[in-house]
């Protein structure tokens, strides 16, 4: 197995072929967001999606893409606030798509195009940046829905 260039706090879930690196402080509802995003496919809102990570994401860099993973140990498993540590299924790995920044102090109604992208390891990547308080999952999907096409 590869090492990491980075291990991030982070969570990821693959949505189509590209997955979505989702960060934020602790609290900011990574987790909640991993969950809904998991929900919002089986209830047929966007056509797929698989936890690739949770509370930790491994960063690789591999021919302009980055790669996420979970570490081993925590491979399949996501903490649901108040119930516990759950297994799920899971993808091994996934290719970064989007990176969906939560709390984020420079989350604007209306981004500028500089605030859309940001860079992991020389790869430039879309971003969104949530405000702290805002629907994330209703952000997300708009997102999702405005690229589908």
């Keep these: 197995m590869e090492t990491p260039t980075a291990t991030v706090h982070a969570s990821a879930v693959l949505t189509g072929n590209r997955a979505l690196l989702i960060r934020g402080p602790a609290g900011s509802g990574k987790t909640r967001l991993a969950l809904a995003l998991l929900e919002a496919a089986e209830a047929g809102h966007i056509r797929f999606a698989r936890l690739v990570a949770d509370d930790r994401v491994e960063l690789m860099s591999r021919h302009g893409r980055v790669l996420l993973r979970a570490p081993m140990t925590l491979a399949g498993l996501i903490e649901v606030r108040g119930v516990g540590i759950r ?17 984020a102090p420079d989350a604007e109604r209306l981004p500028d195009s500089s605030a859309q992208e940001t860079e992991i390891d020389g790869v430039r990547l879309p971003r969104l940046a949530v405000a702290a308080g805002a629907d994330s999952l209703a952000a997300v999907l708009a997102t999702l829905h405005s690229t589908a096409t």
């Design 87 to 103: 297994r799920i299924a899971w993808e091994a790995v996934a290719v970064a798509g989007r990176v969906i920044d939560l709390n």
